[in-house]
Nanobody, 123 residues
Framework: QVQLVESGGGLVQAGGSLRLSCAASGSIFSIGRMDWYRQTPGKQRELVATNNGAEGTNYAESVKGRFTISRDNAKNTVYLQMNSLKPEDTAVYLC?????????????????WGQGTQVTVSS
């Protein structure tokens, strides 16, 4: 099985910073695209940042210039550095990844989600 576990959320004042981590573990052969989403009550889940390895990164307009996504392939971990946080960044942040499990066929990637970590930004 494959698990994604997020950490690093918390309460921070506006203008502050947080660094989220998401570690993938289990029967992993390789990991493709890794993303961070966020969810607030009553709103659709929003794609915040994407890291597609050599193909690069992409960000939602609302976080460009403030957030940075990176990954450590040796550790099967993706990070989200969040700077200049605003109250509207308050949400549950979820990790998402496309994973090829051990002994699976070439190109056989499946989606996995973490449980989420709460980020609260006070004004």
């Amino acid at each position: 099985q494959v698990q994604l576990v997020e950490s690093g959320g918390g309460l921070v004042q506006a203008g502050g910073s947080l660094r989220l981590s998401c570690a993938a573990s289990g029967s992993i052969f390789s990991i493709g695209r890794m993303d961070w989403y966020r969810q607030t009550p009553g709103k659709q889940r929003e794609l915040v940042a994407t890291n597609n390895g050599a193909e690069g990164t992409n960000y939602a307009e609302s976080v460009k210039g403030r957030f940075t996504i990176s990954r450590d392939n040796a550790k099967n971990t993706v990070y989200l550095q969040m700077n200049s946080l605003k109250p509207e960044d308050t949400a549950v942040y979820l990790c998402h990844a496309y994973v090829r499990r051990r002994y699976s066929a070439v190109g056989d990637y499946h989606e996995y989600w973490g449980q989420g970590t709460q980020v609260t930004v006070s004004s």
